[in-house]
């Protein structure tokens, strides 16, 4: 089973090199923290067998994929640690504004990229306008029962309900 999940994560390092920055983007933050989980155990394979440098560009992806999570921490402890290299840490509040961004400059290019930087937006400041924002952007296109689910969740995490478009509830 871990050679399994060892080979998957290599293969996903091909798509990462192929596809560049536009991968991450592909991944809702919960599909980001499992991927980052995944890369964690390979970096510890890799340095088990002596492989440092794929183990410390391993524990970089740890780290990028999901900066705020504990295998985030682990990684850039280790790579500190035991290899001297620092990784820049991550201001969250710089990095919900970076989300945002991405998300404004994506909603009518690639509106999958706009959701999933809503949603890590969302993930980090916990505020639901980056809920409802990215319910707007499904309905914008045409995926009317992903945006009602998103805007039904931005009211549970505190959305003004009133604020919300009536179609959206409905």
């Known amino acids: 089973m871990r050679g399994l999940k060892l080979l998957l994560v290599i293969l996903i390092s091909f798509v990462f090199v192929s596809w560049g920055f536009g991968f991450y983007l592909n991944l809702t933050p919960s599909q980001r923290k499992d991927l980052a989980k995944d ?3 390979a970096a510890k394979a890799y340095e088990k067998s ?3 440098k794929k183990a410390i560009v391993s524990y ?3 780290y990028n994929l999901y900066p705020f999570g504990d295998e985030a921490k682990e990684a850039q402890r280790v790579l500190n640690e035991k290899y001297g290299v620092s990784v820049k840490k991550f201001d969250e509040a710089l990095f919900e504004k970076y989300n945002v961004d991405l998300a404004k400059k994506y909603e009518k290019e690639n509106y999958k990229y706009s959701v999933n930087a809503y949603l890590m937006a969302y993930d980090v ?7 409802y924002k990215a319910a707007l952007v499904y309905w ?7 945006a009602k689910d998103l805007a039904l969740k931005a009211i549970q995490a505190g959305f003004d309900k009133s604020k919300v478009k009536e179609e959206l509830l409905k």
């Open 50 to 52: 002596g492989k440092t």
């Open 125 to 131: 400041s916990g505020k639901p306008d980056y809920l």
């Open 60 to 62: 970089k992806h740890v």
């Open 140 to 146: 914008e296109n045409g995926q009317k029962d992903k």
């Open 39 to 41: 890369w964690l155990e």
